[in-house]
């Protein structure tokens, strides 16, 4: 938060991820800091969610802005429809619990449109963008500006 106000950064601009591990060392300190956090504005998600030990419990108790759906169940994603009973379990928890789900690890078309169908609304992976580098990542902010709403709205 020092860093944040160092830098003049509106909290509500920022979200960081949280696998669950790092909370589990010491689940009472952990869940002090996230509400401090949330208090101040800050968004947190769950990251890698159903990779570890994602305790409906502890999801609740910690209160997160949003889970990360760990890409491993997003590989099974596709046009047969594999791994659909999970991908709707999460996505209906995130709906319930008023919380964001976002699609981690989208690689291929089927699954972005398989996903899209099941009503996950947020998604990354190499599918969707590359990691770039801050200047790389201004230019395409600086283009994205600059393009028409019509080329937007298709791309």
Do not use: H, W
Not at 18 to 26: D, G, H, I, K, P
Not at 29 to 52: K, N, P, S, Y
Not at 118 to 126: F, I, T, V, W
């Amino acid at each position: 938060l020092d860093a944040l106000a160092e830098e003049g950064l509106p909290p509500a601009r920022l979200q960081i991820e949280v696998t669950e591990t790092a909370v589990m060392r010491n689940p009472d300190l952990g869940a002090m800091i996230l509400d401090q956090l949330r208090e101040a504005g800050v968004r947190v998600a769950l990251d890698d969610f159903g990779a570890g030990y994602s305790s409906l419990a502890q999801i609740t108790r910690l209160r997160f802005d949003g889970i990360k759906i760990d890409r491993g169940f997003i590989a099974r994603a596709g046009d047969a429809g594999e791994g659909d009973e999970i991908l709707r379990a999460v996505l209906g928890l995130a709906r319930g619990l008023g919380v964001d789900a976002t699609a981690e690890g989208i690689e291929t078309e089927a699954q972005l449109a398989r996903l899209r169908a099941l009503g996950c609304r947020s998604g990354q992976g190499y599918l969707l963008g590359r990691p770039a580098t801050a200047a790389e990542t201004l230019a395409r902010i600086a283009a994205d500006a600059s393009a028409p709403a019509e080329a937007l709205r298709a791309g």
